[in-house]
Protein backbone atom coordinates (compact mmCIF):
# COMPACT_ATOMS: atom_id res chain seq x y z
CA UNK A 1 0.00 0.00 0.00
CA UNK A 2 1.36 3.71 -0.96
CA UNK A 3 2.52 5.36 1.71
CA UNK A 4 2.30 9.59 2.06
CA UNK A 5 4.70 11.61 3.56
CA UNK A 6 3.79 15.35 3.65
CA UNK A 7 5.92 18.34 4.09
CA UNK A 8 6.86 22.43 3.94
CA UNK A 9 3.76 23.52 6.43
CA UNK A 10 5.07 26.01 8.64
CA UNK A 11 4.54 29.60 10.64
CA UNK A 12 3.46 32.17 8.52
CA UNK A 13 1.75 35.59 8.07
CA UNK A 14 -1.39 36.33 6.72
CA UNK A 15 -0.85 37.05 3.10
CA UNK A 16 2.21 34.91 2.75
CA UNK A 17 2.66 31.66 0.76
CA UNK A 18 3.71 27.86 1.73
CA UNK A 19 3.93 25.15 -0.93
CA UNK A 20 3.22 21.74 0.90
CA UNK A 21 4.27 18.42 -0.89
CA UNK A 22 3.16 14.98 -0.36
CA UNK A 23 5.70 12.47 -1.27
CA UNK A 24 4.60 8.86 -2.08
CA UNK A 25 6.56 5.43 -1.63
CA UNK A 26 5.32 3.43 -4.77
CA UNK A 27 6.46 3.89 -8.38
CA UNK A 28 2.37 3.46 -9.05
CA UNK A 29 1.91 6.59 -7.89
CA UNK A 30 0.34 7.79 -11.13
CA UNK A 31 -2.36 5.31 -10.34
CA UNK A 32 -3.73 7.32 -7.91
CA UNK A 33 -5.91 10.26 -8.25
CA UNK A 34 -4.89 12.99 -5.27
CA UNK A 35 -6.48 15.14 -2.60
CA UNK A 36 -5.37 17.71 0.13
CA UNK A 37 -7.77 18.04 3.06
CA UNK A 38 -7.40 19.86 6.43
CA UNK A 39 -8.89 19.90 9.32
CA UNK A 40 -8.49 22.97 11.97
CA UNK A 41 -9.14 22.35 15.75
CA UNK A 42 -12.08 21.83 16.41
CA UNK A 43 -13.90 21.38 13.13
CA UNK A 44 -14.44 18.34 10.59
CA UNK A 45 -11.64 17.35 7.57
CA UNK A 46 -12.29 19.74 5.10
CA UNK A 47 -11.70 18.89 1.48
CA UNK A 48 -9.37 21.31 -0.45
CA UNK A 49 -7.89 20.32 -3.50
CA UNK A 50 -7.98 17.54 -5.59
CA UNK A 51 -6.39 16.22 -9.04
CA UNK A 52 -6.20 13.51 -11.40
CA UNK A 53 -4.40 10.61 -12.24
CA UNK A 54 -3.08 12.11 -14.91
CA UNK A 55 -3.01 15.55 -13.44
CA UNK A 56 -5.24 16.82 -16.43
CA UNK A 57 -8.02 18.34 -13.86
CA UNK A 58 -8.16 19.48 -10.24
CA UNK A 59 -10.70 20.38 -8.38
CA UNK A 60 -10.23 23.34 -5.65
CA UNK A 61 -12.92 24.16 -3.16
CA UNK A 62 -14.57 27.17 -3.29
CA UNK A 63 -12.74 28.55 0.25
CA UNK A 64 -10.07 28.56 -1.23
CA UNK A 65 -10.18 28.76 -5.00
CA UNK A 66 -7.81 31.76 -6.72
CA UNK A 67 -5.81 30.93 -3.91
CA UNK A 68 -4.48 27.57 -3.66
CA UNK A 69 -3.48 25.58 -7.01
CA UNK A 70 -2.86 21.42 -6.99
CA UNK A 71 -0.60 19.81 -9.42
CA UNK A 72 1.36 16.89 -9.22
CA UNK A 73 4.67 15.63 -10.72
CA UNK A 74 4.51 11.34 -11.51
CA UNK A 75 7.66 11.37 -12.31
CA UNK A 76 8.84 12.32 -9.08
CA UNK A 77 5.93 10.47 -6.61
CA UNK A 78 5.04 14.12 -5.83
CA UNK A 79 1.86 16.46 -5.35
CA UNK A 80 1.94 19.57 -4.42
CA UNK A 81 -0.28 22.12 -3.19
CA UNK A 82 0.65 25.51 -3.35
CA UNK A 83 -1.32 27.91 -1.28
CA UNK A 84 -0.65 31.87 -1.38
CA UNK A 85 -2.07 34.95 -0.32
CA UNK A 86 -2.64 33.09 3.23
CA UNK A 87 -5.46 33.92 5.85
CA UNK A 88 -5.73 33.16 9.25
CA UNK A 89 -8.56 30.65 8.77
CA UNK A 90 -6.67 28.67 6.42
CA UNK A 91 -4.46 27.66 9.71
CA UNK A 92 -5.26 23.66 10.02
CA UNK A 93 -3.26 20.20 9.65
CA UNK A 94 -3.45 19.69 6.07
CA UNK A 95 -3.43 15.79 4.73
CA UNK A 96 -2.59 14.73 1.55
CA UNK A 97 -4.67 11.12 0.70
CA UNK A 98 -4.39 9.04 -2.21
CA UNK A 99 -7.84 7.42 -4.02
CA UNK A 100 -6.72 4.49 -6.78
CA UNK A 101 -9.08 5.63 -9.14
CA UNK A 102 -8.87 7.85 -12.62
CA UNK A 103 -11.02 10.49 -10.78
CA UNK A 104 -11.44 12.56 -6.96
CA UNK A 105 -14.02 13.16 -5.66
CA UNK A 106 -14.66 15.42 -2.77
CA UNK A 107 -15.45 13.07 0.27
CA UNK A 108 -12.35 12.04 2.35
CA UNK A 109 -14.21 8.55 3.11
CA UNK A 110 -13.37 7.70 -0.81
CA UNK A 111 -9.68 8.39 0.00
CA UNK A 112 -6.99 5.99 1.79
CA UNK A 113 -4.20 5.90 2.47
CA UNK A 114 -3.37 9.10 3.67
CA UNK A 115 -0.30 10.91 5.12
CA UNK A 116 0.51 11.86 8.88
CA UNK A 117 -0.64 15.75 7.97
CA UNK A 118 1.60 18.83 8.25
CA UNK A 119 0.46 21.84 10.50
CA UNK A 120 0.12 25.41 8.57
CA UNK A 121 -0.67 28.39 11.15
CA UNK A 122 -1.32 31.46 9.49
CA UNK A 123 -0.73 34.51 12.35
CA UNK A 124 -2.66 38.02 11.71
Known amino acids: QVQLVESGGGLVQAGGSLRLSCVAS????????MGWFRRAPGKEREFVAAITRSGGTTYIADSVKGRFTISRDNAENTVYLQMNSLKPEDTAVYYCAARRRVVPTRDPADFGPWGQGTQVTVSS
Open 26 to 33: ERTFSSYA
